[in-house]
């Protein structure tokens, strides 16, 4: 079994964002080797924008640490084009620099030129709709705020694949409603990749092209579906309503599985 | 993604705006009546109590040999500052001092940094440090009497052993204490190596840090007290130690008052002036600072 994590070179044309095969992961566990993810195939074509769906614990942001190659897979292989971005449930942000300069560091470390970077991280937080924040401090944010802030630094890093895991959980339903527009404005502006990981059905298919549902201990892909709305779309919709209760029906018989031991 | 109807999106830019208005709260700065009251006034009200209990004490115990009075206190301090020489006591001391928290900072930093990241280092001197922390650093004067004799080395040596395992200690938490999730972040934007220790783990523990250098102060200032005290020597020049020491010698209790109140007042504005800004400065801008 391969366990290869690979990026592809420039040179090639990649006719993907991300490309996992056979992807499996376990820990080792004091009652033995756990397997969290079980033989895991997705492409992310350039440019989609992907839904990852499951319970809590199914082994969402296991596979996301694996595609940020944060963590090596147990078995098959991982390959992305360049290294990918990453924003968390928290927004990560460095206290101990402005939200300006949390941007400029991620700019810095991707090599862009000193002189270049103020402008680069100012026109980034107005992508964000922040303008005026450059010089606040992360705790001078709002919730919504951080979250757009995270949003922009992890935009910084130009990755051609943007991971998010359940960015929005921790905001209330007005500002993550309004994230909603903002992520899918940004997406259809940058052209990025995003594998965006949630448990909440009606923001995966809010936001995505296709949603995957994970099935649980193990995780393995159950279903998946295309969405076929068009966007700009609102999570009060009709279609987003009524694709979200065929979801959440196939989600609770996977759940109900497994209390029929 | 192919419909050109934008209404929603360009609407969610106004919600946004008032969205952030509505959580934001602005913060002033104190003003200079409250700063005052706040701040400077407790203190001069707890002086003035101490010097009245003091003055009604005086006529009750009724022995100059032990409890001065603070007019000869004041008289003692005004004789030094009439000669010259009470700045002359508070330098030597605060030079000393100072130097040697240089010094301690100069071998502390990357010794904390070596036990903080290395597990072998560790696992052979990580309990001996924190240990270190609980030994009175006077128990170290004897020692460095005999090894270096009496003179400047031997007073720089105590402070090391006094102030070396806080700094250190301090670096170690601070960096045991950085959230995982920081590191995550960092190598998610290639802060990888010693880049993810300049950009990432030294700034996240710097909390830790600051608050071993401030303990560090503390510790180097009363090793060097005692080390003055025990091995007063007058060719190394008189500081606040020796001068106290002087005085018992002299059994002049005015003057002995003059030098515990100097070395209490020194160590108090070395703090007020250098550590404690700093670290207010540090917990300001990270938003770890409650303001009551
Ligand atoms: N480092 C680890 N060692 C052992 N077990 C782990 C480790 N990381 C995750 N797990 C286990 O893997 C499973 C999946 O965890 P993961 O955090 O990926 O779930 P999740 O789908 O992201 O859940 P949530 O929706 O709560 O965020 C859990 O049962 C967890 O206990
Ligand atoms: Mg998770």
Known sequence: MATTTTLAKADETVEYAARLDHVSKSFATPRGQQLVLDDISIDVAPGEFVTLLGASGCGKSTLLNLVAGLDRPTAGSIATDGRPALMFQEHALFPWLTAGKNIELALKLRGV??????????????????????????????????????????????????LMDEPFSALDAITRDVLHDELTRIWQETGVSVLFVTHNVREAVRLAQRVILLSSRPGRIAREWTVGIPQPRRI?????????????????GEIRRHGQH | MASTETTPVQDSGSVEAGLDALETSATGRPTLRQTLVGKILPPIVAIAVVLVIWTLLYPVVDDPTKLPSPGAVGSAFKDAWLKGDLLGYIWTSVSRGLLGFVFA????????????????????????????????????????????????????????????????????????????????????????????????????A???????????????????????IIASFPDLGVGLGQLLENARTASDMAMVFEAILLILFVGIAIDLLIFSPLERWVLRSRGLLVKS
């Open chain 1, 113 to 162: 030129a000193k002189q270049d970077r103020r402008a680069k991280a100012e026109s980034l937080l107005e992508l964000v709709r922040l303008k005026g924040a450059y010089g606040k401090r992360v705790h001078e944010l709002s919730g919504g705020m951080r979250q757009r802030a995270a949003l922009a630094r992890a935009l910084a890093q130009e990755s051609n694949l943007l």
């Open chain 1, 236 to 252: 009060e919709d009709a279609p987003v309503a009524e694709l979200s209760l065929e979801i959440t029906d196939v989600l609770r």
């Open chain 2, 105 to 204: 900072l100069l071998i502390g930093t990357p010794l904390g940094l070596l036990v903080a990241r290395v597990k072998f280092v560790r696992a052979a001197i990580g309990p001996i440090l924190s240990g270190l922390q609980s030994l009175p650093s006077v128990a170290w004067v004897p020692p460095a009497v005999i090894w270096l004799g009496l003179n400047n080395s031997m007073m720089y040596a105590v402070i090391l052993l006094g102030a070396v395992p806080s700094i250190a200690n301090g670096l170690v938490s601070g960096v045991d204490q950085v959230p995982p999730l920081f590191l995550r972040a960092g190598r998610t934007m290639g802060a990888t190596g010693i880049r993810g220790v300049w950009h990432v783990t030294l700034p996240a």
């Open chain 2, 206 to 228: 710097l909390p830790g840090y600051v608050a071993g250098l401030k303990q560090g102060w503390a510790f180097s200032w009363r090793s060097l007290m005692a080390a003055e």
